[in-house]
C-alpha cells in the first residue's frame, strides 16, 4: 500500500470515528440527563407525589398534583392559541403571499421567536394580568402560546415549501381547486414534519419558566377554572430548586423527571399516530 | 425583442396532410379537438413561444418533439392553463377546445377536459384507489367510486396487477407503475383530451413500452398529445408529429411524412441526430 493510499484510508478512518463519536454523544445526552433525574430525584416519586398537592413548608411528603394538571391546562390553552395561528399564518405564506409579504412575516417570526421569554412574560402581563387585575391559567396560557406562533410558522412553511411541486401540479391537473389542492394534497405530504415541528415547540414551551412568573405565577392549591393564578411544573421546579430545605430539592428533582416523562409520552404517542399515514418518498 | 424572429416556414393550422407543404385544409375526416392560434409566450421579458400555431385532431395522437428548452414542455402546459401557476408567466394568442375560448372557462373545469400525466410519477401519498378516485371526489361525482376506479386502472392496464391491493400506498408501486396509476387517474374524469409531458422520461425500457402500448390504446377514449424528446417514441405511438425549435414551430406533419421526407432542412438535420 503506498502512503498516499494508506493516509487516505487514516483520514476516512479518523473522520469517521470522529462523527460516530458525535453521533453517540448527541444521543447520551438525553439518557444522561434522564439518568441525573431518575438518581435524584426517583426516590421522591411516588403515588402522592402525583395526586397530593404540596405540604406546608416544614412538613414533609406531598406531591405536586396541582403542578401537573396546571402545566397540563397552560400547555392546552398554548396550543389551541398557537398553533392554529402559526400553522394558518405557514398556509398563507408559502401558498398564498407574494414575495415582500413573505418576507416581512418570516423576518417578524424570527425576531419574535429571539425574543427573551421573560419579555414575552412582561408582554403578557400588562396584556392579560393587568387588565383582569390578577394572575391567571389564561395569562400564562397565552404568554406559552405566543411563544409556539413563530415556531410553528417557520416549521410549517419550510415543511410545505418542500412538498414536490409535482404534487401540488397532480391536483391541480385533475381540476382541484388552490385551497382543495392545499387541504387534501399539500398539507397530507407534509403533515408529518409540521406534527413534529409542533411537538418541538410544545416541548420548548412546557419547561418555559419565566413567561410563567408573572403570568400564571404560581399557586400552592388547586386552581379552579381559567382565570386564577395557577401552579405548574417549571416555576414549581425553579422554586423548590432555590430553597433551602432538602425535601424540596429532591421533589424538584421529580417534577424534572415528571415534566421530562410527559413530554416524552406525548411525543412518543404522537409519532405513533404519524406512523400510520403514508409518507413522501425522498427522492 | 417581440417576436423578431418569424418561423421561416409558415406552418398551417392543420398538418400538411399530402406531399408538400402546399397542401393546406386538412380531409373533412379529421375534425380538430384544439386549435392553437398564434401564440405567444413569455417568462417575465423572455420570450419562449413565437406564434405557435397548430392543430390537434380529435381521437388521435399528437406527439411534440423538439431539442430541450425548444419550448414544447411549456407549449403543452399552455393547453390546461398549467403554466398559469408559474408567476410572470404570460400567453398571448387563442387556444380552443371543440371551439370553446380556454381562457373564458373556469380553469378548474378546463382542467376537467383536458387531463394531465407529468414527467416523472407523482402519486399523491394516498393509498391506490384513493389516487384513482382523488378527481372523481373532488369533481363530486356521483358515480359509484368502486366501478369508476376500476374501469379506470382497467383502461390504464394496470387493474391486474393492483386489484388485490388497491388499499396499499401508491409509493409501494414500481416506477412504471406509478405512472401508470396516473394515467388512471387522469382518466378517471374522464377528460377528452389528455397531455402528457415526456412521460417515460423516468422509466426504464420495459414500462416505457408497456406505456407506449397504452396510449396507442388510449387513442379511442380520448385526443392524446405527448411532448417526447425520444424520436422513435414520437415515431412508434404518434400520429402527427410537430417540431419545435427555439420556440418556433418548424414543422407539422403526419408523423410518417415527417420522419420520412421532412420539409423543412432543420426538421431533416434534427431527426437524422446532427444535432438535439
Given amino acids: ?283 | 425583442m417581440h417576436a423578431s424572429v418569424r418561423p421561416a416556414v409558415t406552418v398551417n393550422i392543420t398538418p400538411n396532410i399530402g406531399s408538400g407543404a402546399a397542401s393546406q385544409a386538412a380531409p373533412a375526416s379529421l375534425p380538430l379537438r384544439m386549435t392553437i392560434s398564434k401564440v405567444n409566450f413569455f417568462y417575465g421579458s423572455k420570450q419562449v413561444l413565437f406564434d405557435v400555431s397548430l392543430g390537434i385532431a380529435t381521437n388521435k395522437v399528437t406527439a411534440l418533439i423538439g431539442p430541450s428548452g425548444c419550448g414544447k414542455s411549456t407549449l403543452i402546459r399552455t393547453l390546461n392553463r398549467m403554466y398559469e401557476t408559474v408567476r410572470n408567466a404570460r400567453l398571448e394568442g387563442e387556444i380552443l377546445l371543440d371551439g370553446q375560448n380556454i381562457f373564458a372557462q373556469d380553469v378548474t373545469l378546463l382542467r376537467r377536459r383536458v387531463g394531465m400525466v407529468f414527467q416523472r410519477p407523482n402519486p399523491f401519498p394516498k393509498s391506490i384507489f384513493d389516487n384513482v378516485a382523488y378527481g372523481l371526489r373532488v369533481n363530486g361525482t356521483k358515480l359509484p367510486l368502486a366501478e369508476a376506479v376500476e374501469k379506470s386502472l382497467r383502461h390504464s392496464a394496470l387493474w391486474d396487477e393492483v386489484k388485490d391491493h388497491l388499499h396499499k400506498s401508491a409509493y409501494e408501486l414500481s416506477g412504471g407503475q406509478q405512472q401508470r396509476l396516473c394515467i388512471a387517474r387522469a382518466l378517471a374524469v374522464e377528460p377528452e383530451v389528455l397531455l402528457l409531458d415526456e412521460p417515460c422520461s423516468a422509466l426504464d425500457p420495459i414500462s416505457t413500452a408497456k406505456i407506449e402500448e397504452l396510449l396507442v390504446q388510449l387513442k379511442d377514449l380520448c385526443t392524446i398529445i405527448t411532448v417526447t424528446h425520444n424520436m422513435q417514441q414520437a415515431a412508434r405511438i404518434s400520429d402527427f408529429t410537430a417540431f419545435l425549435l427555439t420556440g418556433q414551430l418548424i414543422e407539422f406533419s403526419p408523423t410518417p411524412q415527417l420522419f420520412t421526407t421532412p420539409s423543412d432542412p432543420r426538421t431533416e438535420a434534427y431527426i437524422t441526430g446532427r444535432f438535439g
Fill in chain 1, 1 to 283: 500500500m503506498n502512503p498516499r493510499l494508506r493516509w487516505r484510508k487514516f483520514v476516512s478512518n479518523f473522520m469517521l470515528t470522529m462523527t460516530g463519536l458525535c453521533a453517540v454523544v448527541a444521543v447520551s445526552v438525553l439518557f444522561f440527563i434522564l439518568g441525573y433525574l431518575v438518581y435524584h430525584g426517583g426516590t421522591s416519586i411516588n403515588w402522592n407525589f402525583f395526586t397530593k398537592l404540596p405540604t406546608p413548608v416544614g412538613e414533609t411528603g406531598g406531591g405536586m398534583a396541582n403542578a401537573i394538571v396546571g402545566s397540563a391546562k397552560l400547555l392546552l390553552l398554548a396550543s389551541l392559541f398557537g398553533v392554529p395561528i402559526g400553522f394558518f399564518g405557514a398556509i398563507y405564506l408559502a401558498e398564498f403571499s407574494g414575495g415582500t409579504v413573505a418576507y416581512v412575516v418570516r423576518y417578524a417570526a424570527d425576531l419574535l421567536n429571539g425574543v427573551p421569554s421573560i419579555v414575552i412574560g412582561i408582554f403578557a402581563y400588562g396584556l392579560v394580568v393587568l387588565p383582569f387585575k390578577h394572575f391567571s391559567t389564561l395569562a400564562g396560557g397565552f404568554a406559552l402560546g405566543l411563544m409556539m406562533i413563530p415556531i410553528t410558522l417557520r416549521s410549517t412553511e419550510e415543511f410545505l415549501h418542500a412538498v414536490p411541486r409535482e404534487l401540488r401540479e397532480g391536483a391541480m391537473a385533475l381540476g382541484a381547486s388552490k385551497s382543495r389542492t392545499i387541504a387534501t394534497v399539500i398539507v397530507p405530504a407534509a403533515y408529518r414534519g409540521i406534527v413534529t415541528a409542533i411537538l418541538l415547540a410544545f416541548a420548548r414551551v412546557a419547561g418555559e419558566t419565566a413567561p410563567l412568573l408573572f403570568t400564571a405565577f404560581g399557586n400552592r392549591f388547586w386552581s379552579p377554572g381559567w382565570g386564577q393564578p395557577t401552579a405548574s411544573l417549571p416555576v414549581m421546579i425553579y422554586t423548590y430548586a432555590v430553597a433551602p430545605y432538602d425535601d424540596w430539592h429532591r421533589q424538584a428533582w421529580a417534577a424534572g423527571l415528571v415534566l421530562l416523562g410527559l413530554i416524552l409520552v406525548v411525543n412518543i404517542v404522537a409519532r405513533g399516530i404519524l406512523a400510520r399515514g403514508i409518507a413522501v418518498p425522498r427522492s
